[in-house]
Every structure is written in C-alpha cells, then in structure tokens.
C-alpha cells in the first residue's frame, strides 16, 4: 500500500504516500494512502507513552482568548491534544506556551517501534505538498487506501480519521485496524501498541489515558463511517476551496490508485463513498502493551466502548481548552506523574501542596 506522508510546512512541504506490501506486487487497487506528517517528530507524548499525530505547535494568537483560539485556531484538535491534557492539564498549558520538551530515549524507541510496525504493511512514497488544500487531499487518499487495504488484507496501520467530537474538530491517526480472524464478523477492532521501558504492568492512569485514546478513534471511525460528512462545516472552518486544482504530483498518485480526481472536491467525494461501504468498528478496544527491548507481549488489555464516559472525558478536556476554566493539576493520588513532568520546577503544584487537583 502506498501512503503519502505529507509534512506542510509555509507553502510547500514533502510528503510520501504508502504502498502495503500487497500493493507493491499488484499496483493498481490496493494502493493506499496513509497520513504520517511532520507530526511525528514533534508530537507529545504524556507518560501513556504514545507518539502520534499531533500537528507542529502554530504560532500563538495573542493572549486573552481561549487556548483552542490561540493554538488551534482553524485546525483540528489532535487525538493526542485530547490524551495529553487528560494526563495533565496543567502540562498541556506547560507545553503550548513553551513548547514540547526534548524527547526522551524511551519516546523515541516507541517512534520506532510505531514505523517499524508500519512498515510491515505500508509503504511510503513522498509527493510534495503546496496548501493545505493539498495536504487534506493526501490525507482523503490515505484513509481510501488504509481502508482498501483491511478490507482487502484484514489489517491496516497508521490509518488517518478525522471528524467534529462535541462541536471540534478532531484528527487522529489509528494505529491498527485489523478484521476479525473469525471470518464471521465483519466489525474491525482497533487496536493501540504502547511500548514500555521497563517490563511492568501499567498503572491506572495509563490504561485510563489509552481508553481514551481508542475511544477518541472508535468515535470518529464510526462517525465517517455512521454520519453525513460535514463537507460545508470542513470547507469553511479549514478555510479550504473545494474547487482547488490538485498537483500533477498528487493527481499521478490518486491515477496510480485507479482514480481520477482533479480537485480537492473529486477526492471527498471518493472518500465519501468509500466510507458507505465500510462497516462501524466492535465495541471491544484492544490495548496492546509490549517492551521495548524485545517487542515480548506485557499484557493485552480488552475493554468496552463506554459512549457516556467518553462523552464526560471530551467535554472536560474542552472545557480547559475553551478557556471555561483554569487547567487543574493532577490529582492526589497521580501526584507521582509530576516526577516525570520537565515543568515540574515551574509548576505552581511544587509551591503548596495543597494545590492539588
Ligand atoms: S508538575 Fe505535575 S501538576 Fe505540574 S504540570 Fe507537571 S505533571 Fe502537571
């Protein structure tokens, strides 16, 4: 399968597409593209210890509106916006007005177990990228592979989702999706590998965080798959021209997926009919913890899709991202996170005790 990797940055970035290794032998078809941006070398990760998609810090609006105005102004919240602030509130502020701290060792062993993993079924191919027109193009023509690809192979990884949770916009990217081995159902289970430095079990608070995280994606899968696209409402608040006339770089790729598409529009509308054949994915979420010096199994966590808890959580996280009040620190009982925490000597939570939660 053939993904395309699109880091935009100003005006023109590279990007690569990805082959799985079906769609090597057999070009056409099942080619597919998967979204793997500039966003894996800059995202956060909380101590959940997940890299993924969130978007290059932007430039801040000036002070006074909400955190969501100044940051992520005409961009979608990423799914991993949503688990960091879970972890900590207080971190996520840390971190949109400084900045991400450096990446530890252990962060960027988990990067490369992820692209290790990717590269079992996908393969990249670079394109470049002149807007964001563009960029949004490549990610439609990645999920239309990665979709291609489970339905063709029962399993993708690194698949794009992309869709509006209480009223934001939100992005994400899936690790795996795979068909049941049954053969009988027809509902795919998504499923996220956290890697761990050492080889204990982990806590709560971890566990709590990766539900979220699957959660965030099982809503959005089954929103594209369930709902209407909300193409007026993705035109206007991403500021983009339906009408846009794509690259012959970008048009070459979508040929080369058996398609033909000339604007950004001709791609939605081939996303959008991909998404009517796909089935909704099980309420079962699976959550795969492996070490990192062996890539040997730790533990296999199956848990339920609970809409009202998710529900609760999202609208939390938005409330601080609102700005309908202040970030709270972490609770009494997760005070042992502040010891992993770089802002930990700025942090008001170190002044008094007290400040707890
Ligand atoms: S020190 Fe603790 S409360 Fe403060 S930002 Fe870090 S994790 Fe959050």
Same mark, same amino acid.
């Given at each position: 399968m053939a993904l395309i990797e699109a880091a935009l940055s100003a005006a023109v970035a590279a990007a690569r597409p990805v082959l799985s290794a079906a769609a090597r032998r057999a !070009?056409?078809? @099942?080619c597919c593209a998967s979204y793997s941006a500039a966003a894996s070398s800059s995202s956060f990760s909380c101590g959940s210890g997940d890299i993924e998609d969130s978007p290059p810090l932007p430039i801040p609006t000036p002070r006074g509106q909400s955190l969501l105005a100044r940051f992520r102004g005409r961009r979608a919240l990423a799914v991993t916006d949503i688990t960091a602030t879970e972890w900590c509130e207080k971190q996520m502020e840390f971190v949109l007005e400084h900045g991400r701290p450096e990446r530890t060792q252990a962060m960027k062993a988990g990067s490369e177990r992820h692209a290790q993993l990717e590269q079992e079924v996908i393969e990249r191919v670079d394109v470049t990228i002149r807007s964001a027109e563009e960029m949004w193009a490549v990610k439609f023509m990645n999920f239309i592979v990665g979709a291609n690809q489970l339905m063709l192979e029962g399993i993708t990884r690194e698949l794009p989702v992309f869709g509006v949770i209480e009223g934001s916009w939100m992005i994400g990217v899936i690790d795996e999706l795979q068909m049941p081995p049954d053969g009988v159902s027809l509902h795919p289970i998504l499923v996220d590998t956290k890697t761990r430095y050492k080889p204990t079990p982990p806590s709560e608070a971890q566990k709590r965080n990766g539900r979220l995280q699957l959660m965030c994606y099982k809503y959005l899968w089954d929103n594209l798959i369930g709902e209407k696209f909300p193409a007026e409402n993705f035109f206007s608040y991403f500021d983009l021209d339906p009408n846009y006339l794509l690259s012959d770089d970008i048009k070459q790729f979508i040929r080369l997926l058996g398609l033909d598409a000339k604007t950004l529009e001709d791609v939605l509308k081939y996303f959008k009919v991909t998404c009517h054949t796909l089935p909704r994915s099980q309420e079962q979420l699976l959550l795969r913890y492996e070490l990192q !010096?062996?890539? @040997? *199994? *730790?533990e296999e966590y199956l848990f339920s899709y609970d809409a009202s808890w998710f529900k609760d959580q999202i609208q939390e996280v938005l409330s601080f991202w609102q700005g309908a009040r202040d970030a709270k620190f972490v609770s009494e009982e997760e005070r042992w996170k502040c010891s992993f925490c770089k802002f930990a000597n700025n942090c008001p939570i170190n002044a008094s005790s007290s400040r707890c939660c």
């Open positions: !070009a056409p078809l @099942s !010096a062996d890539h @040997s *199994l *730790l």
